[in-house]
């Protein structure tokens, strides 16, 4: 039969093989899998966690195998601990980003973590195997972000984790599970049926749901079409008349995705990962540093941080709604507000774990500078995390003006953090709830991550 898009994913997804991993997917993908559970583990001490944790336990009779982030006490069956890792590790939006825009880790991992608990010991996934599931979820979420000009832009109407998490975490686990490649073909396909969250929820509790049931349910759609369960074969190709994945973009063009080969070329390879410094929307990083900036030019120009010499605090940030937010109220909105982060940075010099406490939230000294912002919207400043800026701008009553502007924030991809900042990043996550001892054989564990025999140790 003639190849289509779709099976052309499936094909990938059955033939792809450890030694196609080069040495530095494999090392940008590690970076990943370790930031991403440091995020899980602090994430397990938030109160929409609680929620999500307490839901599990009392409306399911779980098959207790699997683990649960900052909870040792705790195991549920393999899917509903995937979806509540998946809720901890976007409950701060603290995790890694992607461009096009995604979060790709939390919407994966879970759900492998959770699978090679599930499995016999018989058949244990090798940390090799574990790797490999791992990219072959990276590589799916990447190939369909591509397949849209659109997805390249800060989203509008779907949440992208929601809509290419749950295809990512479907590839995953059917690869993880040696699925054939029909069975690859209908995990994609049911996971389609099981994808999308609006925009609308973010800046609220619901947006960790939105990883959360990614990794859940792309997790179920891979053992439903284990278990015989079929969907169309033909879910990625454009089929005018009949939309599959291509209902979640105005513009789609599906381009099929290659038999791997020797010298396949993972997308990880050549677009490497952002990861957060701070627990906050990614487009807050770019203010903040700029914010930062600036408010060295003051403390130089005044010789400390004194807002009554402030008349107006002047934004100059992309448009983009849902980060545009004047007076955040909650946790969740403030970690979506430009206003809101670097103004915190203005006046404490850094943006942290507690600058999202409602104590930090509702001070005066706080709101008095958020009264003072003032946004604009330059046109060469687009809703796009490849080529955005931020720019902070102090007129003072003396009529000085001070300016401060980042355009590659560390922890960009293109501004890397090193080594150490990532370490330093996972051990202060990991100390919410795991000992010294335990967070130091993890970072181990992971770092050698091909040798390891039984995945599930992790």
């Known amino acids: 039969p003639e190849e289509t898009v779709t099976s052309s994913f499936a094909s990938f997804i059955h033939g792809v093989q450890p030694e196609h991993l080069s040495k530095i997917v494999r090392h940008r993908s590690k970076r990943m899998i370790l930031d991403s559970i440091g995020v899980g ?6 109160h929409v966690f609680d929620i999500a944790l307490q839901y599990c336990r009392e409306l399911y009779s779980p098959v207790a195998v699997s683990s649960v982030y900052g909870k040792p006490g705790i195991k549920l069956s393999p899917t509903l601990a995937a979806f ?16 096009p825009a995604t979060h790709p880790s939390g919407a994966i ?47 509008k109407r779907f949440h ?20 054939s490649t029909a ?50 074969p033909l879910i990625l190709d454009d089929i005018p008349g009949c939309s599959g994945f291509s209902v979640f973009y105005s513009v789609y063009q599906p381009k099929p995705l290659s038999t791997p080969s020797d010298h396949h070329e993972f997308l990880l390879e050549k677009q490497d990962i952002a990861f957060k410094r701070f627990p906050a ?17 003051f403390i130089h120009y005044a010789g400390s941080f004194s807002p009554s010499l ?12 849902y980060i545009n937010r004047p007076f955040p109220s909650s946790e969740h909105e403030a970690r979506h507000s430009f206003q809101f982060n670097a103004c915190t940075a203005l006046l404490d010099g850094e943006v942290g774990l507690s600058s999202f406490t409602e104590s930090s939230i509702h001070r005066q000294e706080l709101r008095e500078l958020l009264d003072k912002v003032v946004v604009e919207h330059p046109e060469d400043n687009v809703a796009n995390f490849d080529k955005m800026y931020g720019e902070v701008e102090l007129l003072l009553h003396s009529g000085d003006v001070l ?30 709830v795991l000992s010294e001892e335990k967070i130091e054989t993890i970072i181990t564990m992971v770092d050698n991550l091909e040798n390891l025999s039984d995945s599930s140790q992790l």
């Open 41 to 46: 583990l602090v994430g397990s001490t938030t």
């Open 84 to 99: 509540t890792n998946g809720v901890a590790t976007h409950s701060m939006d603290f995790d890694d980003t992607w461009h």
């Open 109 to 155: 991992l879970p759900a492998l973590l959770a699978a090679s608990q599930m499995l016999p010991p018989s058949t244990k996934p090798n940390g090799m195997d574990f790797l490999l599931a791992f990219n072959v979820g990276l590589e799916v979420q990447g190939r369909l972000m591509h397949f849209s000009t659109e997805a390249h832009n800060i989203p």
């Open 160 to 179: 992208p984790p929601s809509v290419v998490g749950t295809m990512g975490s479907a590839a995953a686990t059917a690869k993880l599970l040696s699925l």
């Open 183 to 232: 069975q690859c073909t209908h995990a994609l396909g049911i996971a389609a049926s099981l994808a999308g969250a609006p925009m609308a929820n973010a800046a609220t509790q619901a947006k960790p749901l939105h990883i959360g049931n990614a990794t859940r349910l792309g997790f179920e759609a891979a053992l439903l079409a284990a278990r015989g369960m079929e969907a169309n």
């Open 281 to 297: 929307h990614l487009g807050m990083h770019w203010v903040v540093d700029a914010a930062l900036s600036v408010r060295n030019l």
């Open 310 to 321: 402030i008349r107006t605090i002047v934004l100059k940030i992309p448009v983009s709604k």
């Open 403 to 432: 300016t401060g502007k980042c355009d590659t924030f560390y922890g960009h991809w293109r501004k890397p953090l090193s080594k150490e900042s990532l370490l330093k990043k996972f051990r202060s996550n990991a100390s919410h």
